[in-house]
């Protein structure tokens, strides 16, 4: 079992940005790929961003392209999404989960955390 806990979420003004962090616990932190995903009121869960076990390979949503950036401290069991520049469709309850692999999927991710809320204003 790897126990996700997700923190960093708040309120922030268009433009601006926040930082996500996920706390891992439990099984070797550093044997799982950790992606991030969101999820809007009334839309289905999406993929956001994803990173290899060693932090060497990253994927990230289209849209979120050169605004966010995932990496991870594999001495802390962390799991950080940067997010910068913020638009009011970034708007929703931000995932973090673990895997066996990198993927973007949702279905590919055995562990989540219960979710941190991130609220765009314009």
């Known amino acids: 079992q790897v126990q996700l806990v997700e923190s960093g979420g708040g309120l922030v003004q268009a433009g601006g940005s926040l930082r996500l962090s996920c706390a891992a616990s439990?099984?070797?932190?550093?044997?799982?790929?950790m992606g991030w995903f969101r999820q809007a009121p009334g839309k289905e869960r999406e993929f956001v961003a994803a990173?290899?076990?060693?932090?060497?390979?990253?994927y990230y949503l289209d849209s979120v392209k050169g605004r966010f950036s995932i990496s991870r401290d594999n001495t802390k069991n962390t799991v950080d999404l940067q997010m910068n520049n913020l638009q009011p469709e970034d708007t929703a309850v931000y995932y973090c989960?673990?895997?066996?692999?990198?993927?973007?999927?949702?279905?590919?991710?055995?562990?989540w955390g219960q979710g941190t809320q991130v609220t765009v204003s314009s």
């Open positions: 990173i290899s076990w060693g932090g060497g390979n990253t």
């Open positions: 439990g099984r070797t932190f550093s044997n799982y790929c």
């Open positions: 989960a673990a895997g066996p692999r990198i993927a973007t999927s949702s279905f590919q991710y055995n562990y």
